[in-house]
Every structure is written in structure tokens, then in C-alpha cells.
């Protein structure tokens, strides 16, 4: 769950004392691990769920801290947003029905999140990134108000220099920036945690390793990001590069970012694990964490070695190992970070019993893991998995390349239903959860692909913001159906209702396709643009894409009325483009923006975001929307309907 009692006014003596107690947290699991204090012999389970919270329409909805006032249930928790909300499940002895307990305590804690939800008008949605996030909902309003969260986004936030830069390519590329932490949580997961002893560890955590990217192949369920189609499962790089504080020179020399895969097979015990983040990660805040976790041991208790697992909570490992104390005995736990939450809670459990099925055999058959994988492979498969998901070509085990699917059906269920039923799990959970699996293989309908086909079906007539409306509306009617995804019809444009919801505010529709000039530029530049793609007006920007002026039509016709055409060759934008045009945000309404052009008298308002153009509106683009609201209202109104 995390500590929340962290300082975000910190000055460097509390650094300092942190990293004394980090120090001391190492020499007391040094201690717990050589005198045999940590459990050994003993397997179990455990997850946790985040998800969002979404409102009618579905939009982000900001009611994370009012949901968890109306749940009262120690299971649950904030996140970084407001529109999110995690539940951490109960731990499970890896035997018997302990699948379907878990899936059964996960349906109560979704089902009873769901009910608090409502009663703030909202609905809870289980997605790895949810469609219709904007940059506009990633402010620091909508940061969950607890000081962990500030002091985090300060101490990332300072190390990035206060800008963070993403880009990620993929059908459509992403180029953004931001200037706070908050682009983190447009992603929810579905983390499991396997426990594991600690003469085990380093064996079972290679095997994680090795195993991540065929489960994570069949999982993907976050294709697009801020209206951008991405990776099969675009949290993968939209979390490596939103929590990276690797200063430029660092990048250079190959320093590992806090989000990694790892650079190679673990060698020794988990305390070199966490030594070796130690030595690469400096500590990024300070906290109030009284007695030393030595003093602690000494006198014959268990330390919880907080300054330890804090230190860990900064550093996300895709498989990170974890500590911690159950039922006054210190344990080890493998826990996976990549799953998306979603599609469906059955989906879910199907995938984490496909992970701790693997987890069970292949150790089994194969040994130790980097005697027949190459750790540069299994790195590979990971990143190939995460892009491409069933759509991945793997280098599996003897360098042999198989397609994810075929590896998936042919080899690696068929050992996964042996390592669960060998380990004592019900024949009936097995096949429950991994017959999902091989379906959803066999059909290639992942939760991405789902979404990515759905699009594809959707008439180019309709908005961006519509049709990533349609996936959120469409996908939450299905997930609360229960069927698995592998079983969902396409998403239709007809279900998402509400559609003049599309149209609120100017970047719903606002045309992101535009054509600029810079100022050094000569005029007949811009003549001809207008000439060619038919426009009046044209946005001016400087090299760095900041809007500097606008070109109009109406200038260049006072430039021929002035007789100057003939020297236009000598003329450039800078001597006619209207310095310092009116603009406007992506989320100002739209009934503002046509008041500020009828007052200013404009056709053409440049939309502005983080001082960069990102699209315009024009008359002709309102006349377009109200024809088209006009339409669909009069199709209500004759009971037609529109797709």
C-alpha cells in the first residue's frame, strides 16, 4: 500500500538520515537471512487492483478520496490520481481452490468499490489506460492529496529539471511533454506476488523473468494513450519514461532507468538485488521511520525494514522482489508488475494463473533458466511482447523462434496446467482460468486487440474523442457482463450514447492536422498553402513550436491591394503575420470559444497547449459541428439512430 507519511520539504540531514536507516535496513535482512528468520518452505499468493473511476459519459471522474470514505475497508487505498483507487487482496496458501478464493474476494472488493462509486454518481472500469484521458486531466488538481504522492512528484519533478519528455511510436506516435508526475497514472495494473524462500529466490526470479513476456503477450489490454494508438500494452513505455530521472549525461553512459527489465540473470542471493538498487538509485525522500530495524532484531523481534521497502517502492523493477511480515514471520515475494487491469476480472485471474502455473512447471523441466535463455533474449521477448503483443515473435528456449501464439498453445499451457495441478490446484480452476487463456490465444482477441479492431470498424466521419468515448462505454457494458474478452462483440459508434458530449470543449474536435509557417518564411509560401489545402488562416510558429502569429487571408489580400505582390519574394510572414494571436486551451468550452471569436471578431482560434500549437477551430469547423448536432438531434427526434 505504500507509506504516506513522507516529507516533501526535505533538506539534505533528513536525506542523510534515510539513507542511514536504508543502511541499517540492509545489515538487519543480512542478519534475518543468515540466521534463517525469513520463511522458507511455504507458498502463497496475493494481488493487487487498481482501477478507475469514470463517470457517465466515460471520462476520468475525480471522486477517488469520496469512493474510499464510502467503502470503509482497510483493503483499500488511494493512488496517485484522483481517479483511481487500489485494493490490495488477501494472501492465499498456492494450494487447493486458492484461485477461485481469490477471484471470489476480487469480485466482493470490485463489487463493493463498485457500489461506493455509484453512490457518487460514478462507475468503477477496470483498463491498463484508460481512452479518453486528455492532458488536461493530468494537472495537479488532480493529484490524490496525501504528502507521499507531492513529495514523490517534487523529487521527480526536480531531478527532471521540471519537464518530463515522452515519445513512443507506434501505429500513431506520441511527442509530448509535461510538467509533472502525473502522466504515471494513466496506468492500472493487476500485480500479482508469488512467494518464494529465500534459497529459492534467485532461481524462481529468472524464471519470472523468463516467463513475463509469453504471459504478457496473451494479457495486453492498453493500446491507446491520449488518443494515440501505441503499443499492445502501452504502459510498458509510458512507465519507463514517466518516472525516469536519469539526468542527460547518465542517459549517455547507459545508467538504468528506475522503470527496467534488468540487464541480466540474477546471480546471488535477494539482498544483492536490493544492494545493487542501493548503489544505482538515490533516495528521493526523507520519512519519519523511529527505531533502527537493528535494535529491532536485537531484542528478538522482526523489523519491518521500512526504510528498505520504501527505497524499493521508488524503483520498478517489471519483476521486483519484495519483503515483508505476515503473521510475525519475515517473508520474500516475486512480485509482477505488468499485467493490466482488465479487461474482465475472470480475464485477470486467467492471466495470473498462467503466470503461477508457469512458475511451477518450468522450473521443474528445465533447471536453472540461463543455462538454455539467453538473458538478451528474454529482454527482447519482453519489449516484442509489449508492442506487438500475439502478434510477437519470440526466441525461446535453444535459440529456437516461435510465434507468441504457437509458443503459447503448444508448449507453455499445456506446462502450465501440469505445474497447477502438480502443486494441489482444483482441476476445475485450472481449467477455468486456463482454458480463458487458450481461447483468447486461439482467437487472437486480446483486450488491445479488441479495442484496436473496434476502432478500426468506426466510421471516419466520427470524432477521435467519440470513438475513444465508444471503446470506455462499450468495454464497461461488457466487463460487467462478466463474459471474458476473448467473447466480446465489437465496440459500435450507436453505444456510446450521450453524444453531444463529444462537442463540449474545442479539443474534442478541434483539427489537429494543420499546416504552419514560421516567421522567416516568404509570404508566397503561405499563399500557396491556402491556395492548395483551401484554408483562410495560418498558424505561425517558431521552431520549437510555440504559436507566434497567425496568418489570415484577408492579409494577403491587403498585401495585393497595397500593390506589393510583385515583391513578395522579399517579403515574409513576419512583416504580415498578427503577432500574439488570440488562442485558446484545449479544454475551453466551446460556447467560450465562439464568444471569444464573435467579441474578437476572428474566424480562425489557434488551440494551446503548454505554449504549443497542438490544432485550430474555425468558423467552418463550428458550422460543420452544428450541422452535425442538428443531424443526429432531428435522427433522435425520428427514433432513427446513428452508427
Known amino acids: 500500500m505504500g507509506d504516506h507519511n513522507l516529507e516533501a520539504d526535505f533538506n539534505e540531514e533528513k536525506l542523510r538520515s534515510f539513507s542511514r536507516a536504508l543502511l541499517s535496513d540492509v545489515r538487519a535482512l543480512d542478519?534475518?537471512?543468515?540466521?534463517?528468520?525469513?520463511?522458507?518452505?511455504?507458498?502463497?499468493?496475493?494481488?493487487?487492483?487498481?482501477?478507475?473511476?469514470?463517470?457517465?459519459?466515460?471520462?476520468?471522474?475525480?471522486?477517488?478520496?469520496?469512493?474510499?470514505?464510502?467503502?470503509?475497508?482497510?483493503?483499500?487505498?488511494?493512488?496517485?490520481?484522483?481517479?483511481?483507487?487500489?485494493?490490495?487482496?488477501?494472501?492465499?496458501?498456492?494450494?487447493g481452490t486458492c484461485l477461485s478464493d481469490m477471484e471470489t474476494e476480487l469480485t466482493e472488493l470490485v463489487d463493493r468499490a463498485q457500489a461506493a462509486a455509484e453512490a457518487e454518481g460514478v462507475e468503477v472500469f477496470l483498463t491498463g489506460i484508460l481512452p479518453t484521458l486528455h492532458k488536461s486531466d493530468l494537472g495537479m488538481d488532480s493529484?490524490?492529496?496525501?504528502?507521499?504522492?507531492?513529495?514523490?512528484?517534487?523529487?521527480?519533478?526536480?531531478?527532471?529539471?521540471?519537464?518530463?519528455r515522452f515519445a513512443i511510436k507506434g501505429v500513431d506516435d506520441l511527442n509530448t511533454t509535461h510538467d509533472n508526475v502525473m502522466l504515471e497514472a494513466c496506468n492500472t495494473s493487476f500485480q500479482i506476488h508469488f512467494q518464494v524462500g529465500p534459497e529459492e529466490f534467485a532461481f524462481l526470479y529468472n524464471l519470472a523473468q523468463a516467463?513475463?513476456?509469453?504471459?504478457?503477450?496473451?494479457?495486453?489490454?492498453?493500446?491507446?494513450?491520449?488518443?494515440?494508438?501505441?503499443?499492445?500494452?502501452?504502459?510498458?513505455?509510458?512507465?519507463?519514461?514517466?518516472?525516469?530521472?536519469?539526468?542527460?549525461?547518465?542517459?549517455?553512459?547507459?545508467?538504468?532507468?528506475?522503470?527496467?527489465?534488468?540487464?541480466?540473470?540474477?546471480?546471488?542471493?535477494?539482498i544483492d538485488l536490493f544492494k545493487d538498487d542501493i548503489a544505482r538509485f538515490r533516495v528521493m525522500f526523507?520519512?519519519?521511520?523511529?527505531?533502527?530495524?537493528?535494535?529491532?532484531?536485537?531484542?528478538?523481534?522482526?523489523?519491518?525494514?521500512?526504510?528498505?521497502?520504501?527505497?524499493?517502492?521508488?524503483?520498478?523493477?517489471?519483476?521486483?522482489?519484495?519483503?515483508?511480515?505476515?503473521?510475525?514471520?519475515?517473508?520474500?515475494?516475486?512480485e509482477n508488475r505488468v499485467l493490466p487491469a482488465g479487461p474482465t476480472t475472470l480475464d485477470e485471474m486467467a492471466n495470473a494463473a498462467f503466470f503461477f502455473g508457469l512458475m511451477s512447471a518450468l522450473g521443474d523441466e528445465h533447471g536453472e533458466i540461463s543455462r538454455v535463455l539467453k538473458f538478451a533474449d528474454a529482454k527482447a521477448n519482453?519489449?516484442?511482447?509489449?508492442?506487438?503483443?500475439?502478434?510477437?515473435?519470440?526466441?525461446?528456449?535453444?535459440?529456437?523462434?516461435?510465434?507468441?501464439?504457437?509458443?503459447?498453445?503448444?508448449?507453455?499451457?499445456p506446462r502450465a496446467r501440469h505445474g497447477l495441478l502438480d502443486h494441489g490446484i482444483a482441476a476445475q480452476d485450472v481449467s477455468r482460468y486456463l482454458d480463458v487463456i487458450e481461447e483468447r490465444v486461439r482467437r487472437g482477441k486480446t483486450g488491445s486487440q479488441w479495442a484496436l479492431d473496434s476502432l478500426a470498424g468506426m466510421p471516419d466521419s466520427v470524432t477521435l474523442d467519440q470513438k475513444m468515448r465508444t471503446l470506455t462505454v462499450a468495454a464497461l457494458r461488457r466487463q460487467q457482463s462478466d463474459q471474458p474478452v476473448h467473447e466480446w462483440p465489437l465496440a459500435s459508434v450507436s453505444e456510446s450514447g450521450g453524444w453531444r458530449h463529444s462537442y463540449q470543449n474545442v479539443g474534442q474536435f478541434m483539427t489537429t492536422d494543420v499546416f504552419t509557417v514560421q516567421p522567416n518564411d516568404i509570404v508566397d509560401l503561405a499563399a500557396h498553402l491556402m491556395d492548395w489545402a483551401h484554408l483562410r488562416h495560418i498558424p505561425v510558429e517558431d521552431k520549437e513550436g510555440h504559436l507566434v502569429g497567425l496568418v489570415s487571408h484577408r492579409a494577403l489580400l491587403r498585401l495585393i491591394g497595397m500593390g506589393r505582390e510583385g515583391h513578395s519574394n522579399s517579403i515574409t510572414i513576419a512583416d504580415i503575420m498578427k503577432s500574439d494571436p488570440v488562442s485558446v486551451s484545449p479544454s475551453t468550452p466551446t460556447l467560450e470559444a465562439i464568444e471569444i471569436m464573435r467579441r474578437e471578431k476572428v474566424g480562425c482560434l489557434p488551440i494551446v497547449e503548454d505554449r504549443h500549437l497542438v490544432g485550430v477551430i474555425t468558423e467552418r469547423d463550428l458550422i460543420r459541428v452544428a450541422a452535425e448536432l442538428l443531424e443526429r438531434h432531428l435522427q433522435e427526434e425520428s427514433g432513427a439512430g446513428f452508427e
Request: charged fraction near 25%.
Open 382 to 413: 519482453f519489449v516484442a511482447a509489449a508492442r506487438l503483443g500475439l502478434h510477437a515473435q519470440f526466441t525461446w528456449v535453444g535459440g529456437h523462434q516461435h510465434p507468441a501464439s504457437s509458443l503459447i498453445l503448444n508448449e507453455l499451457l
Open 143 to 164: 493529484m490524490t492529496p496525501i504528502q507521499r504522492y507531492h513529495a514523490l512528484n517534487e523529487a521527480m519533478t526536480r531531478a527532471r529539471n521540471g519537464r518530463f
Open 211 to 270: 516467463i513475463t513476456a509469453p504471459v504478457l503477450a496473451a494479457a495486453v489490454n492498453s493500446p491507446t494513450l491520449l488518443g494515440r494508438r501505441l503499443w499492445h500494452e502501452t504502459r510498458v513505455a509510458l512507465f519507463e519514461q514517466s518516472v525516469d530521472t536519469r539526468a542527460k549525461a547518465q542517459v549517455q553512459r547507459g545508467s538504468r532507468p528506475r522503470v527496467h527489465f534488468g540487464e541480466d540473470w540474477m546471480r546471488g542471493s535477494v
Open 286 to 334: 526523507g520519512a519519519d521511520l523511529g527505531e533502527d530495524s537493528e535494535s529491532i532484531l536485537s531484542r528478538g523481534e522482526i523489523p519491518r525494514l521500512r526504510a528498505l521497502c520504501l527505497h524499493n517502492g521508488t524503483i520498478y523493477r517489471w519483476n521486483r522482489a519484495c519483503f515483508g511480515v505476515y503473521e510475525g514471520k519475515a517473508h520474500l515475494r516475486i
Open 31 to 95: 542478519r534475518l537471512l543468515a540466521d534463517g528468520l525469513i520463511e522458507s518452505g511455504v507458498r502463497r499468493i496475493g494481488a493487487e487492483q487498481e482501477f478507475f473511476l469514470i463517470d457517465r459519459v466515460g471520462r476520468p471522474s475525480p471522486k477517488g478520496v469520496e469512493v474510499l470514505a464510502r467503502i470503509q475497508d482497510d483493503r483499500f487505498t488511494t493512488e496517485l490520481a484522483r481517479f483511481n483507487l487500489e485494493a490490495n487482496l488477501s494472501p492465499q496458501a498456492f494450494e
